[in-house]
Nanobody, 119 residues
Framework: QVQLVESGGGLVQPGGSLRLSCAAS????????MGWYRQAPGKQRELVAG???????NYADSVKGRFTISSDNAKNTVYLQMNSLKPEDTAVYYC?????????????WGQGTQVTVSS
């Protein structure tokens, strides 16, 4: 199992920046992939950015050039640096970890952190 604890959300003005953190309960070397998702009111949860071994990263088109996902293996932590924030980035942001075991793949979620972009 993996426990994930997110932090770093808050209220920010349009054009501002925030950095989200996701601390994992075990070495991220043992995790196949990690990602940040978000869910706005009335909308489905969507992938924002993902990172896997390499490291290899991928981003939603809506955040390319503005958001950066990174990891600190020594701290078992994944970050999401969000710049040039827009009101449409307002959502609850969730950290996800995908692990592989002999019995299959398992997905774990953090509790979520609210990001509000508003003037």
């Amino acid at each position: 199992q993996v426990q994930l604890v997110e932090s770093g959300g808050g209220l920010v003005q349009p054009g501002g920046s925030l950095r989200l953190s996701c601390a994992a309960s075990r070495s991220i070397f043992t995790i196949k992939a990690m990602g940040w998702y978000r869910q706005a009111p009335g909308k489905q949860r969507e992938l924002v950015a993902g990172i896997s071994s390499g490291p290899s990263t991928n981003y939603a088109d809506s955040v390319k050039g503005r958001f950066t996902i990174s990891s600190d293996n020594a701290k078992n932590t994944v970050y999401l640096q969000m710049n040039s924030l827009k009101p449409e980035d307002t959502a609850v942001y969730y950290c996800n970890a995908l692990t592989v075991a002999a019995t299959g793949e398992y997905s774990y979620w953090g509790q979520g952190t609210q990001v509000t972009v508003s003037s």
